[in-house]
């Protein structure tokens, strides 16, 4: 009786662990329905539009809107964190080549916190085109 009382117990451990990874797993993988492709299209020709402003704070916007995109589709994705940077550590695991997009990143953390940082037309363009390959890296190929 004690030898199938242990085999029920064990039984419902390991079918409530497969359930909490089968929801892991499936929060994780990419949800479509939650995705208004007009919408994150068109938030992302706003980013481009910044981008050929001839205004030093419009390339700034651009690289922070690009940041909070790339930050809004992580969180669709159902990666977790405090923000961008927690969530890219998380995402690299799965995505090695979101690596690359640290360094744009850091720049919009500059142009946020430090309040004289400013940054080039040429330097926005290399962040965003930098986001851009991360979300293209995720599977978005649709903007």
Do not use: C
């Not at 007009?38 to 690289?63: N, T």
């Not at 799965?94 to 309040?115: D, F, G, T």
């Not at 085109?129 to 190929?141: I, P, T, V």
Request: charged share 25%; aromatic share 12%.
């Amino acid at each position: 009786m004690a030898n199938l009382l242990i085999v029920i117990i064990v039984s419902i451990i390991v079918v409530v662990l497969l359930i909490v990874i089968w929801h892991f797993l499936h929060k994780q993988r990419e949800d479509w329905s939650e995705l208004d492709y007009d919408q994150w299209q068109q938030r992302w020709r706003k980013i481009e539009k910044y981008l050929d402003s001839k205004d030093p704070l419009a390339w700034k916007m651009a690289v922070i809107e690009a940041d909070n995109f790339l930050d809004s589709l992580l969180k669709i994705r159902g990666f977790t964190g405090r923000g961008l940077g927690d969530r890219l550590k998380f995402a690299q695991v799965k995505y090695k080549q979101l690596k690359e997009v640290w360094p744009a990143h850091i720049l919009r953390n500059k142009l946020v916190h430090e309040s004289n940082f400013t940054v080039s037309q040429r330097k926005a363009r290399s962040a965003v085109a930098s986001f851009k390959k991360a979300l293209k890296s995720l599977g978005y190929h649709w903007f």
